[in-house]
């Protein structure tokens, strides 16, 4: 007899393909149970590590591993648990760093938000595509987001936001103080905060030209000096409100 059109043969296929789908997983249930006592341990593990490495650092986890346990939650459901679990656990560090962050003393203050910045950038190069299932198949699909953008967020509210009426006014006397801190550090902080929330520019319009090109109109390009003149104004009024250096 002929073979079956195409069409069929590919309906076959894929019901056999979801046949054997649907019993590998009966197989292979992940309870909610199993989920806390084993599979979030493993990303809680090694996101800590990744949170706190430093340049360079050998981080002894296995990548595979980890990835394949955010693939069997996610095929198991487990993906909104997940992903409230991943936000808890890096909205708690980021809560750390803020803390650690204010009770540094102003001639260390700048170096050391650019090594939280630096080092949390860092970490979401790794965290990110380790959960691109999850990314892929609930944060985009059901939430409407992406994951890097929820946790650069998280960064922003709770040790930026915080830190920035600290920052800016030690970043103004920095760039007006030769050999204070490093060209590269003052470009690191300044993109940085420019990639959380670029409205902050008008807080340092002169400063920020800098280092982003293209970020004042062509027009007042010429007015440099203004915004400098604005910029010292910002230092003056943000002492002023309670800042002290």
Known sequence: ???????????????????????YQLMNVITIEDYKSTYWPKLDSAIDQLLTQSPGDYIPISYEQIYSCVY?????????????????????????????????????????????????????????PLFIYMNKFYIETKLNRDLKDDLIKLFTEHVAE??????????????????????????????????????????????????IPNILPPAVESELQEYAAQDQKLQRELIQNGFTR
């Open 1 to 23: 007899p002929a073979p079956p059109p195409q069409p069929y043969r590919s309906w076959i296929k894929s019901s056999i393909l979801a046949c054997f789908l649907t019993k």
């Open 72 to 128: 069997k939650c996610v095929c198991q459901q487990h993906s909104e648990q997940m992903y409230s679990d991943l936000i808890k656990k890096i909205t708690n560090h980021l809560e750390r760093v803020s803390k650690e962050l204010q009770a540094s003393p102003p001639d260390l203050y700048i170096e050391r938000f650019n090594v939280a910045l630096g080092q949390y950038m860092g970490a979401l190069q790794s965290i990110v």
């Open 162 to 211: 915080k830190h920035i009426y600290n920052l800016m006014p030690l970043l103004l006397e920095a760039q007006s103080t030769p050999f204070q801190i490093t060209p590269s550090t003052m470009a690191n902080i300044v993109k940085g905060l420019y990639t959380l929330r670029p409205e902050w520019v008008q807080m340092a319009p002169a400063l920020f030209s800098k280092f």
